[in-house]
C-alpha cells in the first residue's frame, strides 16, 4: 500500500491566494482526518470525515476554511484568502473507523502564506 | 471531551540506556484507546504502538513499551536501549473507540539521544 498521500509536499503562496491541499487516504480506511500543526499549538484537529461524511468541524478556525471529501479516495483542504498566520504544516490522515485502531499520516504540506 | 498532558522539557538520554516519556490523559468515555507517535527531524508521523483502556497487559512493540497506569490516567512511553535515530518528537494521542472515533494529540516531547 502507497499510504496516504498527499499533494503538494510544499506550497508558497502570497497572502489573499486560494490555496488547495489534497489527499488520497489508505484504500480502505473509512474515516480522514486534517491536522494542522504549528509551533505554538502543536497538533490541532481541524475537521474529520467519516465514509465520507463531515463529523465534526470544530476545528476549522473560521470561514476561510473548506474541507470537502467527494468520495473515499480523495480530500481536499482549501483556504480562501490564506493569510500569513495560516503556514503551518498541514497533515492528512486515515484510519479505519473500527476503534482501536491507528490513523496513519500522509508527509504533510508545509504551507507558507507570505 | 479529552486532553493529553505531556509536561516534560526537552528530554536527553545516553545511547542504549532506557527512557520514559510521560503522558497523562483525561477524559469520560468507557473506552478508549491510548497511542503513541513519533516524528522524526524530517517531519513524518509515525505510529509507535497502541494501549486499549480494556487491555489487561502493557502493550510492546520492539523497543517500545507502554506503561498503563489507568487509575493514574497515565500511558507512558518506555523506549529500551535507545538510538541515535530515537532523536524526534514524540506524541501522545487518545481517541475513543467507536466509529466516529477521532484522535486527541499532546503537545508532545522532543527527547535527543547522546552518543
Known amino acids: 500500500d502507497a499510504g496516504v498521500i498527499q499533494s503538494p509536499r510544499h506550497e508558497v503562496t502570497e497572502m489573499g491566494q486560494e490555496v488547495t491541499l489534497r489527499c488520497k487516504p489508505i484504500s480502505g480506511h473509512n474515516s480522514l482526518f486534517w491536522y494542522r500543526q504549528t509551533m505554538m499549538r502543536g497538533l490541532e484537529l481541524l475537521i474529520y470525515?467519516?465514509?465520507?461524511?463531515?463529523?465534526?468541524d470544530s476545528g476549522m478556525p473560521e470561514d476561510r476554511f473548506s474541507a470537502k471529501m467527494p468520495n473515499a479516495s480523495f480530500s481536499t483542504l482549501k483556504i480562501q484568502p490564506s493569510e500569513p498566520r495560516d503556514s503551518a504544516v498541514y497533515f492528512c490522515?486515515?484510519?479505519?473507523?473500527?476503534?482501536?485502531?491507528?490513523?496513519?499520516f500522509g508527509q504533510g504540506t508545509r504551507l507558507t502564506v507570505v | 471531551a479529552q486532553k493529553i498532558t505531556q509536561t516534560q522539557p526537552g528530554m536527553f538520554v545516553q545511547e542504549k540506556e532506557a527512557v520514559t516519556l510521560d503522558c497523562t490523559y483525561d477524559?469520560?468515555?468507557?473506552?478508549?484507546?491510548l497511542f503513541w507517535y513519533k516524528q522524526p527531524s524530517s517531519g513524518e508521523m509515525i505510529f509507535l504502538i497502541y494501549?486499549?483502556?480494556?487491555?489487561?497487559q502493557n502493550a510492546t512493540e520492539g523497543r517500545y513499551s507502554l506503561n498503563f497506569q489507568k487509575a493514574r490516567k497515565s500511558a507512558n512511553l518506555v523506549i529500551s536501549a535507545s538510538q541515535l535515530g530515537d532523536s524526534a518528537m514524540y506524541f501522545c494521542?487518545?481517541?475513543?473507540?467507536?466509529?466516529?472515533?477521532?484522535?486527541?494529540f499532546g503537545k508532545g516531547i522532543t527527547l535527543s539521544v547522546r552518543p
Open positions: 470525515f467519516n465514509n465520507n461524511v463531515p463529523i465534526d
Open positions: 490522515a486515515s484510519s479505519l473507523s473500527r476503534g482501536y485502531t491507528e490513523a496513519f
Open positions: 477524559t469520560s468515555d468507557p473506552s478508549y484507546g
Open positions: 494501549q486499549g483502556s480494556y487491555d489487561q
Open positions: 494521542a487518545m481517541g475513543p473507540t467507536g466509529a466516529n472515533s477521532k484522535l486527541t
